[in-house]
């Protein structure tokens, strides 16, 4: 009788023919989260003024075009009246 292995899936197999950058691998050190996942953590570090956060006010983050112009439109009709 053979005997089977176990295997833990971890998700498709990034075909090395495709050039979408959806399925690169990511950097050493970095992780892929929704940003439903991370937004109430760090709404709540800011509104607890947490120092951590000073430690990585100088990191960039990835997002998508579409969430930039939002941001954006949001930034310019949010300014305080003069």
């Known amino acids: 009788m ?11 197999e990034a075909d090395a023919s495709a050039g979408s950058s959806l399925r690169d691998p990511l950097p050493a050190g970095s992780v892929k989260v929704s940003l439903g996942e991370i937004l109430p953590l760090l709404a709540d570090a800011v509104a607890s003024n947490r120092t951590w956060l000073s430690d990585f006010a100088a990191d960039e983050v990835t997002i998508t075009s579409d969430l930039h112009d939002v941001l ?5 009709y949010r300014r305080p009246a003069c």
């Open 2 to 12: 053979a005997i089977r292995k176990l295997r833990v899936y971890t998700g498709p």
């Open 72 to 76: 954006q439109a949001y930034r310019h």
